[in-house]
């Protein structure tokens, strides 16, 4: 399995105890994409919620704390929301991709029948710890 990694552009120190918050784009290239490849976003903070948007096909995937692994709420160009659990979705992880909850990362799985990543797309995402 591939592992894709995105840096976050987040670099401000924050105290310990305040609201911990990372937001980024990524544009992925028009080469193929394989279902069971990850994009790694490294944090340094373990989320606790995560929103990932495909700006292109108008897709958004969300996970918060509690949810199992590798899944998400789906929410498709027309509006409807589903509990995506057998099509991948979002894991909190280390910084190489194993997943931990404890994890200071998030990753997210490329799968087509997701479609929260698809090349030559353009995505923003915002994580929250």
Not at 12 to 31: L, N, S, V
Not at 68 to 93: H, P, Q, S, Y
Request: glycine share 8%; hydrophobic share 40%; with cysteine.
């Amino acid at each position: 399995m591939a592992v894709n990694t995105a840096y976050t552009t987040n670099s401000a120190t924050q105290a310990p105890d305040a609201p911990q918050r990372a937001a980024g784009r990524i544009t992925f290239p028009a080469t193929a994409i394989t279902a069971a490849d990850y994009v790694v976003v490294n944090l340094g903070f373990t989320p606790r919620y995560v929103c990932w948007t495909n700006n292109t096909s108008r897709i958004e995937i969300e996970w918060f704390d509690g949810m199992a692994v590798n899944t998400c709420i789906k929410a498709a160009a027309g509006g409807t929301r589903t509990l995506e659990t057998t099509n991948g979705g979002i894991t909190v992880c280390d910084a190489d991709g194993t997943a931990n909850t404890a994890g200071k990362a998030f990753k997210v799985l490329q799968n087509a029948t997701l479609a929260a990543i698809l090349a030559s797309e353009v995505c923003n995402w915002r994580a929250e710890g």
